[in-house]
């Protein structure tokens, strides 16, 4: 049997030059929230998820990739730092990829592609079932990648167009290559790798809060509003992490071997993107506050801020669903009230609609830690999660 040194050892955790290329994609959600700048309308909305959609997918591709790889060979090193640095070029031209730097854009980002696929495939050539895997799914990327090269050299309709069929194509090449099988998939380093991007992509907000505050005149509104940012991104972080991400670590290890891949790609590749976006939308709301703290939210940012946090809480919970688990219909109605109530209440000082989306958060995390201990949980079919502590 011939042995790659490339491919990965037995129950390889994160290392540090993966925990390093994540750092450099998460810049990428400081870029987007650039994009929301001139508030919350269609056209910034659509453009933060094109944008968005190829720098998570582009940074998805490289997991899986990393995933079957040896990260402490030192050639699988240096390619991955190779990568980080056209990643980083990829997220210095977010804020003009739909002006002058498209081109720039796209191309740093089928580089990365590609790069990625690369080695997927040599972290995969001797394992003759997921180097067909790793194949199927290049070959049916390919016209995609074509299509965003195509998208950086057009103009107005027709980058969004090219860019939309990109994405498509996209979605069918991630769903027909897993459908098929193939994929080995060492379930505790996939789900770390996500886990890190959530946490780092939480401290993204906090350094916007930070940055705003740094070298202004600290009034009473100002200080109000950064101190409930800083509450309202603990928050979060207790959404995913205080018990909830452990949940799914259990439920996705207890995934018979077929279903790993689709599973993997569903509830971390897939699910995991509009949580993300849902990060930004808060980052950009932040943002608006901590320049602006003696106005209220006018209803496009209520709008952004209860929809940002909507897509993060309820999307974990469809990744638990997803994974394996129940409903969790307490989080759902729970995020649904706090998000209408943070859209309905107008006229209000900023940090006034973000402690009302703490609230909503305190109480979602109460609720779930009191049904919990009244027994009402399973895991396969519960409502809410143990929140450990």
């Known amino acids: 049997m011939v042995v790659n040194p490339v491919a990965t050892p037995e129950n390889q955790g994160v290392?540090?030059?993966?925990?390093?290329?994540?750092?450099?994609?998460?810049?990428?959600?400081?870029?987007?929230?650039?994009?929301?700048?001139?508030?919350?309308?269609?056209?910034?909305?659509?453009?933060?998820?094109?944008?968005?959609?190829?720098?998570?997918?582009?940074w998805g591709q490289f997991t899986w990739a990393l995933n079957?790889?040896?990260?402490?060979?030192?050639?699988?090193?240096?390619?991955?730092?190779?990568?980080?640095?056209?990643a980083f070029v990829m997220a210095v031209s977010i804020p003009d990829?739909?002006?002058?730097?498209?081109?720039?854009?796209?191309i740093t980002y089928v580089g990365v592609r590609l790069m990625g696929i690369s080695i997927f495939i040599v972290a995969s050539w001797h394992d003759p079932v997921q180097i067909k895997a790793v194949l199927r799914f290049a070959s049916l990327s390919l016209p995609g990648l074509v299509l965003v090269i195509v998208g950086g050299v057009l103009e107005g309709d027709g980058q969004y167009w090219a860019w939309g069929g990109a994405i498509l194509i996209d979605l069918v090449a991630a769903s027909l290559a897993t459908e098929a099988g193939g994929f080995k998939?060492?379930?505790?380093?996939?789900?770390?790798?996500?886990?890190?991007?959530?946490?780092?992509?939480?401290?993204?907000?906090?350094?916007?809060?930070?940055?705003?505050?740094?070298?202004?005149?600290?009034?009473?509104?100002?200080?109000?509003?950064a101190i409930a940012s800083l509450a309202?991104?603990?928050?979060?972080?207790?959404?995913?992490?205080?018990?909830?991400?452990?949940?799914?670590?259990?439920l996705f290890e207890s995934?018979?071997?077929?279903?790993?891949?689709?599973?993997?790609?569903?509830?971390?590749?897939?699910?995991?993107?509009?949580?993300?976006?849902?990060?930004?939308?808060?980052?950009?709301?932040?943002?608006?506050?901590?320049?602006h703290p003696e106005q209220p939210f006018h209803v496009e940012a209520r709008i952004g801020l209860g929809v940002g946090i909507a897509l993060f809480v309820v999307g974990m919970g469809l990744a638990l669903k997803r994974a394996g688990g129940g409903w969790h219909i307490t989080?759902?109605?729970?995020?649904?009230?706090t998000a209408a109530v943070i859209v309905y209440i107008a006229n209000v000082d900023a940090y006034v609609t973000v402690l009302i989306a703490l609230t909503g958060l305190i109480v979602l995390g109460i609720t779930e830690r009191f049904q919990y201990e009244g027994g009402e949980l399973d895991i396969r079919d519960e409502s809410v999660v143990e929140i450990s502590g």
């Open 15 to 58: 290392t540090w030059v993966e925990l390093f290329f994540d750092l450099i994609f998460v810049f990428s959600v400081t870029q987007l929230v650039g994009l929301l700048h001139d508030g919350f309308t269609w056209l910034a909305v659509g453009q933060v998820a094109l944008a968005f959609w190829f720098v998570w997918f582009a």
């Open 331 to 337: 989080r759902m109605i729970a995020t649904a009230i």
């Open 97 to 106: 990829a739909f002006q002058d730097r498209a081109f720039m854009f796209a």
């Open 255 to 291: 995934l018979s071997e077929s279903a790993v891949a689709n599973v993997a790609r569903d509830s971390f590749s897939m699910i995991h993107y509009p949580m993300m976006v849902g990060i930004i939308f808060v980052g950009a709301v932040v943002e608006e506050g901590i320049v």
């Open 232 to 250: 309202l991104t603990f928050g979060l972080w207790w959404s995913y992490f205080a018990g909830t991400k452990d949940k799914l670590d259990s």
């Open 68 to 86: 079957a790889a040896n990260t402490r060979h030192n050639k699988v090193q240096r390619f991955t730092l190779a990568a980080a640095a056209v």
């Open 185 to 225: 998939i060492n379930r505790e380093h996939f789900s770390e790798r996500h886990g890190l991007f959530v946490i780092i992509a939480l401290g993204e907000s906090l350094i916007i809060a930070a940055a705003g505050v740094a070298g202004r005149e600290w009034t009473s509104n100002l200080t109000l509003f």
